[in-house]
């Protein structure tokens, strides 16, 4: 059925509303939105990835204890930890639901940073071990695991259970075997089982208490731990040398003859085996169980995207085919993360931290490219922190939102352009942070504001020391920063060049690295200013392969350009209403793809031109229907 004019003048008006709206709705949302993003444990079957919501509930007064990773999913060392973590979770799998949980929690995202600062996590990962029946209260914090050792960790995890003074009454006996009487064995056990393992070691050892841990779930067997002084021994006629022995109820001994093997898998696939040979069914999970068969994998394959989006494959392509353009968006995004995230994840501003962070709102406050209103909220923002000698992390979480309510909108965009990854995990903020310094070095040393040579290169060691997530990144900038003599730099041209010096560096160190992109490898740069590089011969005139000698002068030109305000790229921009007055002056970049902007104002017009169309159509059908004049009529009248 065709609809009426009606109808569709209807639809028509109701479309234009709801673009209108749906504009307008975007344009005014609070600046204190959450960022989402995947974490590097989105597809793990093992790493149960929690929230601000879920983590208290998930660990606290639980019959089951907790190993909780507090990481940051732009840490380049979370990220080469991620496939080790998961392999552990996989290896302590079977002991889960009733034993153990292995979780992770991102402070990278917004929502969580509060819980991350009250845990006191200080450095990523973080990991903590949470007993049963643990208790929420003023510094029950969990207990921490020093080593990220995987072995080491399984270890002291078992270490916790095994000792656990108040354990729940359906986790399993760690203790040594202490009766002589083997007629006593199957007494105190459930009549479900019909097999007894014996497992010699010696007292200090761990590896009975795993063996324990992996078969919970199989109710038909029990595994008990003998020390090796025991007599059952010589007293069931095995030879000196058995270790682990299976027991029926009507108590003959196997010796499964695993030799001097202290291997828990080949000691756990003998026992699968023999039971399977004795016709018992088991869980599938166990036959078939990870730690047996997996091998560790790289951090690429654990944190694969689940989808691509047509819209950041063409900003993608965009960016490899105009490398070295320094994005508007990209400075937000970090920023965005410094004040939000990052900053206030910091239980207690003070003393050298309060500093660095006074340093660095002061050159983003002379620098940064704001509106008006970003302006206003910057200077706010400094003067109370300037006018404080403390500050608790979470009032300063507090404070961020609260100013920039004052003056929203300030940002333009809310996404990552230049440093959009090809998948979760890769580039984006730490990404963002070395363009935002680049951009911030240059803008120094093209204006006047101050004669200090040494303010951004300043600022930078500061907040990267004190503030940088990536506690093992932090570490290796600071031994560079004194190694390349950042205190002596002498310009602003040189802290240019510093700075550039500094990040090919760590571009050269990192290049192959797990953490590295793979459609966006660490090169040399600018690797597209052929007037920045020279060949590079030795003494017999050969070119000498793979070693680049720059031209200084044409590498401090080349980032000038790229990073004045007039060049910045308004790629990905959304509400260009909200942009700073000056790059409409200077005739800023807007890009050859389409904003959502774009897209809803095309999208209004589309629908204005139909609702045109339809009443234009309807008016000429209802002037056009009337009775025909045929030609045997015209001539009855004549």
Partial sequence: MVPSSRTLFQTTIFLIIFTYCHIDANSNKSETRVIERLGLYSDSQYVISLTVHTLKPSIYDKNYASLVEFYNSFCGHCKRFAPIYNQIAANVSLWYPDILQVVALDCSVEENSDTCREFEVMAYPTLRYFPPHYKQGEKTLGNPLEKLDPAKIIDDVVGNITTEKNPPSNWPSFDFLTTTNKEMLFNDVSANVKYIFLFYERNSSLLGSKLILDLHQVKEVQLKRVSIESPFVTEFGLHANAKLVALNRALVPVDLNIKNSTAKDDIVKAIVHFLKSEGVKLPKMLGEHPAYTITTTSANDNVPLEFKKQQEEAIRTRVKENLGTVYLADLEQVLRQILFIEVPRVPLLEGEKLLALQRFLTVIERYFPFNDNGKKFIQDLRSYVMNRERINGSDFDEKVPEIANL??????????????????????????????????????????????????????????????????????????????????????????????????????????????????????FPSNCDACRREQSNVHGHKIIGEIQWDRSEVLKYLKEKNSPANLDLLGVEHETTLPRFMAQHGANRGNIFTDMDIRMGMLLYVSCIAIMVIAVKFFLKRGYRKKLYIYDMLGKV
């Fill in 407 to 524: 003056y929203i909108p300030i940002f333009s965009s809310d996404r990552w352009v230049g440093c959009l990854p090809s998948r979760n995990g890769f580039r984006q903020y730490p990404c963002g942070l070395w363009t935002l310094f680049h951009y911030l070095t240059v803008r120094a040393a093209e204006m006047e504001t101050s004669n200090d040579a040494l303010e951004i290169l300043q600022a930078m060691h500061g907040y990267i020391k004190n503030f940088f997530g990536c506690t093992e990144c932090a570490k290796h900038f600071q031994e560079m920063a004194t190694r390349n003599h950042i205190w002596s730099v002498a310009s602003k041209d040189d802290a240019v060049l510093w700075l550039w010096s500094a990040h090919n560096e760590v571009n050269k160190r990192l290049a192959g690295d797990e953490t590295e992109d793979p459609e966006f490898p660490k090169l040399q």
